[in-house]
Structures are given as C-alpha cells and as structure tokens.
C-alpha cells in the first residue's frame, strides 16, 4: 500500500481557528504562521484479516496488545514500543508496518501539507504446526466461530458421512444430518484462531513451533557522547541496558530493539539502525 494526499493550508488554519474559539479565545488576534517541516513516524495497524489467534498478544514482550475475541480484533495500544514483534509473528500477516511522512515547503505554490503513507515490509518468523486435534466429547462448543475464522479452510464442518468415507473413528456416536468438526492437517498453518475463540478451553489441542525473532535493525551506542543520564537504563523495557563504570551495556539478547532508549535519550548517543 502507498497512499499520498494533501492537505490546504487554508483548511488546516480554519481549524486552528475553530479549536481556539472551543478554548474560549475570540480570535481576533489570531495569526497563522507554519515554518519548514518534514517529519516520519511508524504506524502498526492491526487489519481487517485477524483471524483473533493471539499469537501476537502472546508474544508481546511488553504486554501493549488487547486481546482480541470472536467480535473484536486485536488492539495495539499506547505502550507499543515499535519492536516489530508482533508484525513478525502474526500468523497471517494482518499486523502491517507503515511509515507515515509529512511534510511542509512554504515556497511549494500549492501551499499544502503532503502526507504520505506506505507499507514497511518486515521479516517473518517461522510457524509452523507439529499436531492438532480435536475432543470430539466436548459439548457445547462454538465450533461454526472456529471454521468461520480458520484463514485456510483448514477447520470445516462435515456431516457422519464424511468421517465414514476417511474410517475415522471420533470416539463418539455420530447422528445423521448433525455437523462435526474436522481439520485438515495438510491445510493447518498452526494459527491456534480455533483454539483461541473455543468456549472450551480443551476443545482444541494444539502444538506449534515458533521461530526466533528475526532482528533487521540493532541499537548503535555512540559512548562518546553518552553523558550518563541513566534515561535509557531506566526506560528500556526489558532490562537490556545498563550503565557499568560509566559506560553503556547492551544485552543483545535481551534487547528487542525497540525505540524506547533512542527515544528517551537525550543527546542522540543511542540510534536505531538497520542492518546491512
């Protein structure tokens, strides 16, 4: 996706104008002015394509996802800290990576604001299923959610004759014209939506493997300009930085190369930079 648009110059400084006079300003002495500006900031959006897995919310290392349920999609909050995890881990590819530019030039004679916006494609992790299966002595499951949220069709309902046709024995008695469950193993990319949505929390079992987390991107330390605030130390989510005799100490294998420490540094000795 690569979306771009403008915004007049005119347009935005009536709306200025309009939230001045909600804040009980008259007006009169309001002046418009916009310097030179370019700026970009990354966007995670989860799309309509969530499958209500939770793998992502799982895999979260700092908790900032809403689990999603059979209504609801998952949610990415205000604690994301930009680590990518979940873009990586998502079985399906519904969280996406979207830069978002904006940018200003008083002497461009259209006298607008550009926005831009365009996926980042990121690496993904492997996941794969090992064995799944189904307690066909569970009662009362929602089992139409689970074939209606598989995203490969793998989860079906079938009536007694199609079990028949494979000699599968359920366990159970079968009734004419009654729907069962039925996963095909050669389909399954071992999501766990079924798993997740069962009213029953043993209707499905499920054994998955996933990868490692794929890093494109590392944290460079500049010591030099390091002036020992602590900041980054303090912030880092998970404990991967710390300042030893004065010198900053980045755990690779703790560090999810987030933004937090870049953020919050404040002389710029901590960047964010992708791998080569």
Request: with cysteine.
């Amino acid at each position: 996706m690569n979306v771009s648009f403008i915004k007049q110059i005119k347009d935005l400084e009536r709306e200025v104008l309009l939230k001045s006079v909600e804040l009980d300003d008259d007006g009169d002495d309001f002046q418009f002015e916009l310097d030179d500006f370019s700026t970009n900031e990354e966007i995670f959006a989860v799309s309509p394509r969530c499958v209500r897995c939770n793998t992502c919310v799982g895999e979260c290392p700092v908790n900032a996802i809403e689990p999603a349920n059979i209504f609801r999609m998952a949610k990415i909050t205000d604690k994301c800290v930009k680590c990518e995890i979940c873009i990586q881990t998502c079985p399906v590819s519904a969280i996406k990576l979207i830069d978002n530019s904006i940018s200003y030039d008083h002497e461009d004679e259209r006298e607008v604001i550009e926005y831009n916006l365009s996926n980042v494609s990121c690496a993904h992790r492997v996941i794969r299923m090992n064995d799944i299966s189904i307690d066909y002595t569970v009662e009362d499951n929602n089992w139409d959610d689970c074939a209606n949220l598989c995203p490969t069709n793998a989860f079906t309902m079938e009536f007694k004759e199609f079990f028949e046709n494979l000699d599968m024995d359920l366990g159970i008695e079968l009734i004419e014209d009654e729907l069962y469950p039925y996963i095909n193993e050669k389909m399954c990319i071992g999501c766990g939506a079924c798993r997740e949505i069962s009213l029953n929390d043993f209707a499905v079992n499920l054994d998955r493997y996933i990868g490692p987390i794929i890093h494109s991107r590392l944290i460079e330390i500049n010591h030099e300009s390091c002036v020992n605030c602590y900041l980054c130390e303090e912030n880092c989510p998970t404990g991967a930085i710390e300042l030893v005799d004065g010198e900053v100490v980045l755990d690779n294998d703790k560090c999810i190369r987030c933004t937090e420490c870049t953020n919050h540094c404040p002389v710029g000795a901590l960047k964010r930079v992708e791998i080569e």
